[in-house]
């Protein structure tokens, strides 16, 4: 008893979409193949630096700086083949002698 209503409701639904034809798309629709193109404009991108990217840029721009420094004439971890050539030899200093 409740699947003949049920299926009336499909049987008019079908119906309906069957029966229904689409409307003619004219030339000024912009689906139309024969529509006129669109009017173009140059857009300004937005991947502009903005202030937050600036800061940044110099943060990192100091950090490179400051690497390049430790590089060069920082402290030396490996083997002295490992070690930056310099035209002065670095000072040792010896806080205590072991015997």
């Given at each position: 008893?409740?699947r003949?209503p049920?299926?009336?409701a499909?049987?008019?639904?079908?119906?309906a979409?069957?029966?229904t034809?689409?409307?003619p798309?004219?030339a000024?629709?912009?689906?139309s193949p024969?529509a006129?193109?669109?009017a173009?404009?140059?857009?300004?991108t937005s991947l502009?630096?903005?202030?937050?990217?600036r800061?940044?840029?110099?943060l990192?721009?100091?950090?490179?700086k400051e690497?390049?420094?430790?590089?060069d004439y920082?402290?030396?971890?490996?083997?002295?083949e490992?070690?930056?050539?310099?035209?002065?030899t670095p000072?040792?200093k010896?806080?205590h002698e072991?015997?």
């Amino acid at each position: 008893m409740t699947r003949l209503p049920i299926l009336m409701a499909a049987a008019a639904l079908l119906t309906a979409c069957v029966a229904t034809r689409p409307a003619p798309i004219t030339a000024t629709n912009p689906s139309s193949p024969d529509a006129p193109e669109g009017a173009r404009f140059h857009r300004q991108t937005s991947l502009g630096a903005d202030e937050t990217t600036r800061k940044s840029a110099a943060l990192l721009s100091a950090a490179k700086k400051e690497q390049t420094y430790w590089d060069d004439y920082g402290p030396v971890s490996g083997t002295p083949e490992d070690a930056p050539k310099s035209d002065s030899t670095p000072e040792m200093k010896h806080d205590h002698e072991h015997h």
